[in-house]
DNA sequence: GCAAAAAGTCGACCGCAGTCGACTTTTGGT
DNA sequence: ACCAAAAGTCGACTGCGGTCGACTTTTTGC
């Protein structure tokens, strides 16, 4: 009961992936069309939209199975007491590295997860998660060692830091940095800026902090929902 | 010699321009056809792609004199004396306000700036430069009035208040912040972390500035390059 | 003033993403 | 065991972005 087709389904599901990833990789996203995936899955085209909504959609799924990997690796060869400068640069830099081996990936995945189209915006929060969930990690961890002030928001600094790591992406791709070694640099130094802070004397406070924690609230909540389920079908 | 020509071409990329917007704004980018703009400018198909090279380039030439504009206002209602923090909010929201009065618009327009395919890179790298310029002053004004630490370099602090807005723009599209008052707080509270800084006590230093010294110069470079031409045509 | 070259225009055509409705397989109630 | 409904599969079809090469208009050199 209920057995043939949800075992057919994960197939299914899976050969879709694996054809569009050889294909993705052979010849770039653009160039393998839905149909060649369909072909390589054996399978007819119209199918795979039963499995995914877009194009974009199969793209996603095949960055979050390498995404979770990539954070695997990174997790082992982390150094939790190293200073918390010295652990975001890491941790960019492998996600920058991973992320730009191909340059059209990286592209469509930053563009997918930065701003994404309705319809993958649960994938692409998904994967905000997992980032968010692996830097808040790293910041604890520094806030436990006295790195960070007691006064700074644990989310509102996690998505300074994000913020940076996404500039230095946005930089890459319209060219302003162009080799690695200038990546990690201006990396190095923006994070630098960020702790120690712009300002001589700031005048002002953050503003009213009861609409960051109702939004701080929202995006917990929503992180939380994600990690119990690991379905496959949308809709 | 040489004018019927020149002035055709003219003429006639502004007649696709002023056809374009007219029908995004009516219908969508997504749903606005290139033949359709093509019978409403009154040519053929083809003749569009003397003028663009894609359907995006078309949009990004219609944003650039709407940004053009929009940043004109905001130059009058900016008050220079005002500390910074508000002015960047000031700044930030307009652009944000500006960017989101259509959601699709803003989208596009964030995705084609902040990592844009080859093909829109130039294009792309002009509205940065007029982002870039428009905080490099109030950069400026803050540092006289001492409301900067010295050693923060200008283009490094830019970038750095750049990211922010970005993370915004992409919180909004993921769906974390639904109200506009609720970017305008994340934005101020992020602000002033960034002026006041996340560390206690920060060890190590920025890095090696040789490096962001030579992307410094780089982009200063590329964004004065472009000051002086506004030439229409591409290739 | 004229012919060759250069520049510009055009719409038929190509390949592809995504839809649709006809068709097949599985399920669950009896 | 049977059969209606639900779930899943399929490829022909639609509409669009972008190309191409044939055609027209302007410029240039004489």
């Not at 389904?9 to 899976?14: A, I, S």
């Not at 960019?92 to 081996?101: G, N």
């Not at 190095?188 to 001589?200: K, N, P, W, Y």
């Amino acid at each position: 009961m209920g057995g043939i087709r949800e075992t057919r389904k994960r197939e299914t599901r899976q050969a879709i992936i694996e054809a569009a990833v050889s294909l993705f990789s052979e010849k770039g996203f653009e160039k393998t069309s839905i149909e060649a995936i369909a072909r390589m899955a054996g399978i007819g085209k119209g199918t795979i939209y039963g499995y995914f909504r877009a194009k974009e959609e199969i793209f996603l799924a095949f960055c979050e199975d390498e995404i979770d990997y990539a954070f695997g690796m990174l997790a082992e060869k982390n150094d939790p007491q190293a200073p918390l400068l010295e652990q975001l640069v890491i941790l960019f830099m492998s996600q920058f590295r991973f992320v730009t081996r191909n340059r059209e990936f990286g592209r469509l995945l930053a563009r997918e997860i930065a701003f994404p189209r309705e319809v993958n915006r649960e994938k692409s929060r998904d994967m905000d998660a997992r980032y968010l969930q692996g830097l808040g990690m790293l910041l604890s961890g520094a806030r436990q060692r006295g790195e960070l002030k007691p006064s700074v928001d644990n989310l509102l600094a996690t998505g300074h830091l994000y913020a940076i790591y996404l500039l230095m992406l946005s930089c890459w791709y319209s060219g302003y940095l162009v080799e690695e070694q200038e990546v990690e640099a201006s990396l190095r130094a923006l994070l630098h800026q960020a702790l120690s802070g712009l300002g001589e004397r700031v005048s002002g406070d953050g503003g009213d902090p009861g609409v960051i924690e109702k939004v701080s609230r929202r995006i917990i909540a929503e992180s939380s929902t994600e990690s119990g389920k690991r379905d496959e079908t949308h809709e």
